[in-house]
Antibody, heavy 121, light 109 residues
Framework: QVQLVQSGVEVKKPGVSVKVSCKAS????????ISWVRQAPGQGLEYMGW????????NYAQKFQGRVTMTTDTSTNTAYMELRSLRSDDTAVYYC??????????????WGQGTLVTVSS | EVVLTQSPGTLSLSPGERATLSCRAS???????LAWYQHKPGQAPRLLIY???NRVTGIPDRFSGSGSGTDFSLTINRLEPEDFAVYYC??????????FGQGTKLEIK
């Protein structure tokens, strides 16, 4: 059974970083890409970016460029998303999802269960 | 950047009725790389349709997708109580970013 399991709830102060993990099971991580999507309270789904789990190529949505880094560890079948310089409007549920091995070739399925990140002083 | 506009924002229907949700793109969607997702509170989004009209294995056949180019739709026949949720369309092909529509909330009338 293909599954993505994310790390738990995070509470952070403004200005610091958060790193969310996404562990894949039921398939080999480097055969598909991983995308990250977030949903702020009361808002819709927002695409953050994609990473090739094969060679580490990334594309980040312009809004997050310079603040986000997506990485993978194929030895543990885990993808990571780090967001820096957190602000209160980064409070959201962050999702990982399996995507195409090449950017722009596949839908997002399955999704992780989501990780709530709360940014508050 | 390709913008997806979904309509209506909210759709109020009763179980047993038919729902038609629209998704319009600001530019033609490459190879009809358009997906639909169902999202319920506290759950992960669930893929329903990919390639504009291909239903995912295990999704009931009352769900169907259609359209091409810039105009797409999701139809849900004979609404069941578990169908009431928020639905998003997404362009997943071509040049990034792979944006989502703003969502249509399907609520019980």
């Amino acid at each position: 059974q293909v599954q993505l399991v994310q790390s738990g709830v995070e509470v952070k102060k403004p200005g610091v970083s958060v790193k969310v993990s996404c562990k894949a099971s039921g398939y080999t991580l480097n055969t598909y890409g991983i995308s990250w999507v977030r949903q702020a309270p009361g808002q819709g789904l927002e695409y953050m970016g994609w990473i090739s789990t094969y060679n580490g190529d990334t594309n980040y949505a312009q809004k997050f460029q310079g603040r986000v880094t997506m990485t993978t560890d194929t030895s543990t079948n885990t993808a990571y998303m780090e967001l820096r310089s957190l602000r209160s409007d980064d409070t959201a549920v962050y999702y990982c999802a399996r995507a195409g091995a090449v950017a722009g070739t596949r839908w997002f399925d399955p999704w992780g269960q989501g990780t709530l990140v709360t940014v508050s002083s | 950047e390709v913008v997806l506009t979904q309509s209506p924002g909210t759709l109020s229907l009763s179980p047993g009725e038919r729902a038609t949700l629209s998704c319009r793109a600001s530019q033609s969607v490459t190879s009809n790389y358009l997906a639909w997702y169902q999202h319920k509170p506290g759950q992960a989004p669930r893929l329903l349709i990919y390639g504009a009209s291909n239903r995912v294995t295990g999704i009931p056949d009352r769900f169907s997708g259609s359209g091409s180019g810039t105009d797409f739709s999701l139809t849900i026949n004979r609404l069941e109580p578990e169908d009431f949720a928020v639905y998003y369309c997404q362009r997943y092909g071509g040049s990034p970013p792979y944006t989502f529509g703003q969502g249509t909330k399907l609520e019980i009338k």
